[in-house]
């Protein structure tokens, strides 16, 4: 995994490619998964769930796998809390489960301060847990995209800092609905006002749970200006969750092991790495 940090340099100047897997330590499936498509493909980086059932393996076997990037998934929605139910009464079940209703919770984040204050501890508490793991935080995103939110934004923003972040994934695909343009703009300016780096564009949210070796190939076709992330969601077995049964985890793994996808990008003579290895560190000049 050759990779080259950028330093005082806007991103537009660098190009390179991030090649990540959400959902790491949601099952050992997926952990497998993560180390086979490290080792033997193209896989460069993956996002931990510090408060998941397989958290434990995961973060074992990223510390044998000494080149593997590690970010955080900061779960806020469709996954388990890190505090108690009865730290969040408001956000989490009797199991300390957090639900799927993004909607009604977006509004409420925003409009009640009691709520408000239960996410901070939250997102402080997963920041906490995976600083204890000892890992190097390579970058920050959200389960199902939450950090485009505002109000969870704003308190990635005010409280990973302390934690070492310096990077967070900005969900900006090529052709994305024209409805989404305005918070990728806004979440745009916000992180580079604070100084926090990220990647110009990604690719995985259209072909969410089918990145297969074709959408892989059609991906880096023509690689856009800048750095791309291609995020996808590997397993050794499909069907892991009721929310992702129609995910295809074990084609997604197969493309990324892919010699097709390998030999294309050996062709392009990209540089690839973590967002630690292709970003500017926050704060340097553009």
């Given at each position: 995994m050759?990779?080259?940090?950028?330093?005082?340099?806007g991103l537009r100047e660098k190009r390179g490619l991030i090649f990540t897997a959400d959902d790491f330590g949601l099952d050992v499936a997926?952990?497998?998964?993560?180390?086979?498509?490290?080792?033997?493909?193209?896989?460069?980086a993956a996002s931990l769930m510090v408060a998941a059932p397989a958290a434990a393996d995961?973060?074992?076997?990223?510390?044998?796998?000494?080149?593997?990037?590690?970010?955080?998934?900061?779960?806020?929605?469709?996954?388990?809390?890190?505090?108690?139910?009865?730290?969040i009464p408001d956000l989490a079940d009797q199991n300390g489960r957090f639900g799927s209703a993004m909607a009604r919770d977006g509004?409420?984040?925003?409009?009640?301060?009691?709520v408000r204050r239960q996410l901070a501890a939250e997102i402080r508490a997963q920041f906490?847990?995976?600083?204890?793991?000892?890992?190097?935080?390579?970058?920050?995103?959200?389960?199902?995209?939450?950090?485009?939110?505002?109000?969870?934004?704003?308190?990635?923003?005010?409280?990973g800092r302390a934690f070492g972040m310096h990077a967070v994934r900005l969900p900006a695909e090529p052709g994305m609905p024209v409805w989404l343009a305005p918070w990728i703009a806004l979440m745009r300016r916000r992180l580079e006002r604070a100084g926090i780096a990220h990647n110009d564009f990604v690719f995985g949210l259209a072909r969410s749970g089918a990145m297969d070796e074709a959408a892989m190939l059609a991906a880096l076709e023509r690689p856009p200006p800048g750095v791309s992330e291609i995020y996808c969601h590997p397993a050794t077995r499909d069907g892991l969750t009721a929310s992702m049964r129609t995910y295809r985890h074990r084609d997604e793994l197969a493309a990324l092991c892919s010699p097709r996808?390998?030999?294309?990008?050996?062709?392009?003579?990209?540089?690839?790495?973590g967002f630690s290895d292709l970003l500017p560190p926050a704060g340097a000049s553009a």
């Open positions: 050759a990779g080259t940090r950028g330093r005082g340099s997926v952990n497998e998964a993560v180390e086979c498509a490290h080792r033997e493909g193209v896989l460069t995961a973060v074992a076997r990223a510390r044998r796998l000494r080149r593997l990037r590690v970010g955080l998934h900061l779960v806020l929605a469709d996954g388990p809390a890190v505090l108690p139910h009865s730290r509004v409420r984040f925003f409009f009640v301060p009691r906490e847990a995976f600083a204890a793991t000892g890992l190097r935080l390579d970058h920050v995103n959200a389960h199902k995209h939450f950090h485009l939110h505002p109000t969870v934004l704003s308190l990635i923003l005010e409280i996808v390998r030999a294309r990008l050996a062709e392009l003579c990209l540089p690839t790495g």
